[in-house]
Each structure stands twice: as C-alpha cells, then as structure tokens.
C-alpha cells in the first residue's frame, strides 16, 4: 500500500455524510420539538438523529445490491465521525472521547434493533413502546399519544425509504416522511 493509499476517501464517504446530513436535518423539525414534546436536549436530539439513520440503515443495509449495506456501514461511519466531532467542540477530553462515544454507539445499536424488530413485525404499538422509553425516558404500561404519533411518523419514513430506489440513495438523496405523515397513517 502506497502512501497516496492512505489519504484515499473509502468507498460511498462523501455520499454516507450526505445521507446522514439528511437524517439530521429530518429530525430538527420543529414538530419534534413543539407539539410532540421530545425534550430539547443532548439526548433528545440524538435520539431523534438515532432514529432517522437506523430508519435509513435499515433501509440500506437490507438492499440485495452489495452497495446498499456498503452505504450503510458508510452513514453509520459519517454518524459516529460526527458526534466524535461534536463531543470535542463541547469540550470533552481527548481520553474520554473513546469511551462516551462507544456508549453512545452502544445505545444506537440497542435502539435501532428494537426499533427494526417492531416494524420488522408491523407492531406499532412495540415500536412506540421502545419510542417511550427511549426519547421520553418513560416507562409507561401503554405508550402515550406523542410515542404513538412518533411511531406512526417513523413507519411512514419506513415505508418511504423501502420505495426509494438503491439508485437515489446512491446520488445521496433521501426522504423521510413530513410530519404530517403521522397525522395521516
């Protein structure tokens, strides 16, 4: 391996940054924060960032073309290079750094396996139960309205994303459902 080698960008990089940027500005619409509650803070926003990519990783990384899990693994990548970022210009320490951000990553893959397994088998009401726990930080017997509504909003992102050609994603464009969705489904 050359030099040259290792200042190479990996395959689908630029593109895996694109699609994240996307996931973040989805989830910085303001209903998340107005109407639906989701507190506005630290952990809300990265719950509500975690869940559009594992909406969007599902999406990529469940594609029968090679290049769809590759542009998975590549948002995740672009993810986890951006809260890095993040934690440093909140002024973490350089020997924490490693450690926070394997907990966060820890808390994304537990939440996008709950969240995958509730639209994987339909069950909405499972999907807004891990929603609950995991934006409100509620333990409730039955999910309120705002997990409800937020679940609804997600499989209507689900099912906008299985639609979306593996071609679109790889020019780096992406949809995710309007708010408006959960009024609607």
């Known amino acids: 391996m050359g030099l040259l080698a290792l200042f190479r960008r990996k395959p689908h990089e630029r593109t895996g940054f694109e699609l994240y940027g996307a996931a973040v500005a989805a989830a910085r619409d303001p209903w998340y924060f107005g109407p639906l ?5 630290l ?3 990265f ?9 969007l990783i599902r999406r990529l990384r469940t594609d029968p073309d090679p290049r769809g899990p590759a542009l998975a693994q590549a948002v995740f990548d672009a993810m986890f290079a951006d809260m890095d970022i993040n934690l440093r210009e909140m002024g973490a320490g350089d020997m924490s750094i490693g450690k926070r951000v394997k907990r966060m990553w820890e808390a994304f893959h537990g939440r996008a396996q709950a969240y995958e397994a509730a639209l994987d088998a339909g069950d909405h009401t499972a999907l807004a139960a891990a929603l609950e726990r995991n934006v409100w930080r509620r333990e ?7 997990a409800l509504a937020l679940a609804r909003q997600a499989a209507a992102s689900a099912a906008l994303l299985a639609a979306t050609p593996l071609a679109e994603l790889l020019r780096g464009a992406v949809r995710f459902a309007p708010p408006e969705a959960a009024d609607a489904a």
Request: glycine share 16%; net charge negative.
């Open 37 to 41: 509650g989701v507190p506005d803070t």
């Open 140 to 146: 409730a017997a039955e999910p309120g309205l705002e």
């Open 47 to 55: 719950d509500l960032v975690g869940l559009q990519v594992a909406l």
């Open 43 to 45: 952990d809300g926003r």
